[in-house]
């Protein structure tokens, strides 16, 4: 993520949370900007994404489309560690660093994923699900440009996850960039079948994005073990 993209996360999370008022669904009282915000980030990737994760499809053979969201993979095992241990995950948090240690080494730079092979398998952790498990409530739901759903607590997530990036940490701004819209590539490459199916399936394909990705982040904040509605809500109201 680059500098204006992390300061478009910043302002967004940070003045919008103000605006939220009454209207739409109870989770999104920002839903006619957010309706706006998905529309064009639909449009680009409908004149640009689309095409070119479709013509990376094409052109890479399976083999080196795995080996390169493994790379990517890895790297991100540092970073998820680290959020293992701030949520008090303590041993999981050592198999998450015993993962890239071993698919970086074993596994060549993380290009293979033996780590999942020795039974360590791929945890998915961010500061955004770290916020969530100090308490934090979500706030708004909110539809970031280009970035899409996230919401006012996941979007100042980001910014951490941004600066703790190993991508970002990369000498050179031209190497560090060329790595991020290689993964950004590669990962909706993985989605564009997922994308075919919400096309036919949802009448409304931005209510169905929203229900589908508040429902994840839930899952994944509580462990799959989310609270009922009115629990959570009445923790988020004291």
């Not at 929203?210 to 899952?219: G, T």
Request: glycine share 10%.
């Amino acid at each position: 993520m680059g500098k204006a993209q992390r300061l478009c996360v910043l302002l967004l999370a940070g003045t919008l949370s103000g605006c939220a008022t009454s209207g739409g669904s109870p989770s999104d009282p920002l839903e006619p900007f957010n309706r706006a915000m998905f529309s064009f980030n639909d449009t680009v990737d409908d004149a640009v994404v689309r095409p070119v994760a479709k013509a990376y499809r094409a052109v890479l053979p399976g083999i080196v489309r795995t080996g390169i969201s493994n790379f990517f993979s890895n790297l991100e095992d540092v970073w998820i560690s680290v959020n293992d241990l701030l949520q008090g995950k303590v041993q999981q948090g050592f198999e998450d660093f015993g993962r890239f240690l071993l698919n970086s080494t074993l596994g060549i730079g993380g290009i293979f994923d033996v780590a999942s092979e020795a039974g360590l398998q791929k945890n998915n952790e961010d500061f955004g699900q770290t916020l969530g498990s100090w308490g934090i409530g979500s706030g708004a739901y909110l539809v970031l440009p280009v970035l899409g759903p996230s919401s006012v607590r996941d979007g100042f997530g980001l910014l951490f996850d941004s600066q703790a990036d190993l991508v970002f940490q990369i000498d050179g701004v031209r190497v560090h960039n060329s790595l991020y819209v290689t993964r950004a590539i590669g990962t909706r490459a993985n989605l564009l079948d997922a994308t075919s199916v919400l096309e036919t399936a949802a009448l409304d394909k931005y209510a169905f994005v929203r229900a589908a990705w508040l429902q994840r982040r839930r899952n994944l904040v509580y462990d799959g073990n989310p609270p009922r509605e009115k629990e959570e809500a009445d923790d988020d109201s004291r």
